[in-house]
Nanobody, 119 residues
């Protein structure tokens, strides 16, 4: 089982980007799925997280600008990031708590994808 992340890139302030993350492999259940980010010299922080059966939490600084969408059929999430600011520059990591076919739960991380916002 893996998390496959895509998206990211470089934009100017005020621009938009979309990140996507899909679960690859057979699982029994997804408990949470979302995104963390880590800027150089900073700790990894939660950006947005979906929790089964359907609630979403956002870090305060992204509320109103970022939207996390969940596709249950495809077992994926997309993070639409609008009105990007230079302080959003970071490596973004997909994260999920998944239960495998034996109902053993574990945290999974996708590869980081870089988001760079220039002023």
């Amino acid at each position: 089982v893996q998390l496959q992340a895509s998206g990211g890139g470089s934009v100017q302030a005020g621009g938009s980007l979309t990140l996507s993350c899909v679960v690859a492999g057979t699982i029994a259940h997804t408990r949470t799925m979302g995104w963390y980010r880590q800027a150089p010299g900073s700790q990894r922080e939660l950006v947005a997280m979906w929790t089964s059966p359907g609630s979403t939490n956002y870090e305060d600084s992204v509320k109103g600008r970022f939207t996390l969408s969940r596709d249950n059929d495809a077992n994926m999430v997309s993070l639409q990031m609008n009105n990007l600011k230079p302080e959003d520059t970071a490596a973004y990591f997909c994260n999920a708590h998944l239960f495998d076919r034996y109902w053993v739960g574990a945290d999974y991380w996708g590869q980081g994808t870089l988001v760079t916002v220039s002023s």
